[in-house]
């Protein structure tokens, strides 16, 4: 029987390898929640949550909470019919969305044990290859420029991602400096929310000017500012994407009504696997871009957008690079890596 027996959420603390710095916080360390579902058969499928308070207002010690309730909820429910339990769960959209992912996606793994099929086969298998990103935080200059070098020339990253936010004068010197440093290389650039509209609009005309090839400029300002991200929109040479701007469908459906955006960075531990689904539906319908990216998510955890955005084959950027970030005992992926290629 594919009937769900039992849910378990188990904490789980790792380091950084270093201090992970973006604009206003500093990580030192992730505490995720691993899901494990298991059905009536014994089957076993695995999740995790990489909860944000910054970002979705989540605090660790409320969804470990939840543990009883989640399954008392779905206890008896067959994982084949996955969409009902999917419905079930997307009632945590606002008060929980990672425990929204990570128990979506164990459901959807446990499926995957059962009928003997990848994840990503069952989302599609759109793909079997993807390359993502690795990603350089905030620090002095010459530590940036030298980050950026070692992760171009000898670890052959392509696509870098560069936090800024912080200083507007500095961060244009330090993205001129990187550009100049790993000529080759495309940019995602990310100021989590860090500047006011006019501050973005300076900071992409400069880079232009200078010749940096960004191909994403990712969350200029704050979240709720939709006509501020609008703006900038409409002056940045470079395309603008929303993150924090875009958790739910519903969020994405406003963007993209209003004209804010010409990107959408879909993260599972925003939305979840379900409007995950729905957004990537709606970016291809009104043909704005996706990049896939992520919280702190372990291999575990990664595992999960890894094989999302294989199955949907819908994103044009992967900034699926938090497992590297973090000292972690084992991997765990149902994938292989070697260093941006990542097979399924
Ligand atoms: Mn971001």
């Given at each position: 029987?594919?009937?769900?027996?039992?849910?378990?959420?188990?904490?789980?603390?790792?380091?950084?390898?270093?201090?992970?710095?973006?604009?206003?916080?500093?990580?030192?360390?992730?505490?995720?929640?691993?899901?494990?579902?298991?059905?009536?058969?014994?089957?076993?499928?695995?999740?995790?949550?990489?909860?944000?308070?910054?970002?979705?207002?989540?605090?660790?010690?409320?969804?470990?909470?939840?543990?009883?309730?989640?399954?008392?909820?779905?206890?008896?429910?067959?994982?084949?019919?996955?969409?009902?339990?999917?419905?079930?769960?997307?009632?945590?959209?606002?008060?929980?969305?990672?425990?929204?992912?990570?128990?979506?996606?164990?459901?959807?793994?446990?499926?995957?044990?059962?009928?003997?099929?990848?994840?990503?086969?069952?989302?599609?298998?759109?793909?079997?290859?993807?390359?993502?990103?690795?990603?350089?935080?905030?620090?002095?200059?010459?530590?940036?420029?030298?980050?950026?070098?070692?992760?171009?020339?000898?670890?052959?990253?392509?696509?870098?991602?560069?936090?800024?936010?912080?200083?507007?004068?500095?961060?244009?010197?330090?993205?001129?400096?990187?550009?100049?440093?790993?000529?080759?290389?495309?940019?995602i650039v990310d100021?989590?929310?860090?500047?006011?509209?006019?501050?973005?609009?300076?900071?992409?005309?400069?880079?232009?000017?200078?010749?940096?090839?960004?191909?994403?400029?990712?969350?200029?300002?704050?979240?709720?500012?939709?006509?501020?991200?609008?703006?900038?929109?409409?002056?940045?040479?470079?395309?603008?994407?929303?993150?924090?701007?875009?958790?739910?469908?519903?969020?994405?459906?406003?963007?993209?009504?209003?004209?804010?955006?010409?990107?959408?960075?879909?993260?599972?531990?925003?939305?979840?696997?379900?409007?995950?689904?729905?957004?990537?539906?709606?970016?291809?319908?009104?043909?704005?871009?996706?990049?896939?990216?992520?919280?702190?998510?372990?291999?575990?955890?990664?595992?999960?957008?890894?094989?999302?955005?294989?199955?949907?084959?819908?994103?044009?950027?992967?900034?699926?690079?938090?497992?590297?970030?973090?000292?972690?005992?084992?991997?765990r992926g149902k994938?292989t890596q070697n260093?941006?290629?990542?097979?399924?």
């Amino acid at each position: 029987m594919s009937k769900i027996r039992r849910v378990a959420f188990e904490l789980k603390e790792y380091e950084f390898e270093e201090p992970f710095r973006i604009t206003g916080w500093v990580h030192n360390q992730a505490k995720n929640i691993e899901i494990t579902l298991e059905l009536e058969n014994g089957a076993i499928g695995k999740g995790e949550a990489s909860y944000s308070y910054r970002v979705n207002g989540e605090m660790i010690s409320a969804l470990l909470a939840m543990q009883d309730d989640v399954e008392e909820m779905l206890k008896g429910m067959d994982v084949k019919n996955y969409r009902k339990i999917f419905n079930v769960i997307d009632g945590f959209s606002r008060t929980a969305p990672s425990l929204k992912a990570g128990v979506q996606f164990a459901v959807l793994d446990a499926l995957s044990v059962e009928i003997d099929l990848p994840v990503y086969q069952i989302l599609g298998g759109a793909t079997n290859k993807i390359k993502t990103d690795k990603t350089v935080g905030i620090d002095e200059m010459e530590k940036m420029v030298e980050k950026a070098k070692k992760l171009y020339y000898t670890q052959g990253f392509e696509t870098l991602k560069i936090k800024v936010g912080e200083n507007l004068k500095e961060d244009i010197e330090k993205i001129t400096a990187i550009s100049e440093a790993t000529k080759g290389a495309s940019y995602i650039v990310d100021a989590n929310q860090g500047y006011s509209p006019k501050e973005a609009i300076q900071f992409a005309k400069a880079a232009y000017d200078n010749g940096v090839n960004i191909v994403v400029f990712e969350q200029p300002t704050m979240w709720n500012n939709h006509d501020g991200l609008k703006l900038i929109r409409e002056n940045s040479p470079f395309p603008i994407a929303a993150d924090e701007s875009a958790k739910s469908k519903y969020d994405v459906f406003e963007l993209v009504k209003n004209g804010c955006v010409d990107f959408v960075n879909i993260k599972l531990m925003k939305s979840g696997i379900s409007d995950a689904l729905a957004i990537v539906e709606l970016a291809k319908t009104v043909d704005i871009g996706l990049m896939i990216g992520c919280m702190s998510e372990s291999s575990l955890g990664i595992n999960q957008s890894v094989h999302f955005a294989a199955g949907t084959g819908a994103f044009l950027y992967h900034d699926l690079d938090s497992h590297l970030l973090l000292k972690e005992e084992k991997f765990r992926g149902k994938f292989t890596q070697n260093g941006q290629e990542i097979s399924l």
